[in-house]
């Protein structure tokens, strides 16, 4: 299963640097947002990343299923 962060790997081969200075410079030179690790390492959403490149998102609309008909009803006729 892929991580909503894009890895090490996946993030040298994007910008062509397996440097993180480097990275981030890339990174920065071409308008991309990201958020630094404790580290560093320059952290970059996996969903951002497709939308950059000019991937769409395939979106299939969901109906909501049918409201439960109730079983019973109170009888509050009784009820002052």
């Known amino acids: 299963m892929e ?3 894009l ?3 996946e993030l040298a ?3 062509g640097y397996k440097a993180r200075g ?3 410079r890339w990174l920065n030179e ?3 947002h990201f ?3 404790r580290g560093g390492r320059p952290l970059v959403g996996r969903q951002y990343a497709r939308m950059k490149l000019g991937m769409t998102l395939q979106v299939m ?3 909501p299923p049918p409201l439960p008909v109730p079983a019973w009803t109170p009888d509050i006729s009784k009820v002052r």
């Open 22 to 24: 480097y990275q981030r």
């Open 35 to 37: 958020v630094e690790s």
């Open 61 to 63: 609309p969901v109906t």
């Open 30 to 32: 071409r308008g991309w």
């Open 13 to 15: 081969e994007l910008t």
């Open 7 to 9: 890895s090490e790997k």
């Open 3 to 5: 991580t909503e962060i």
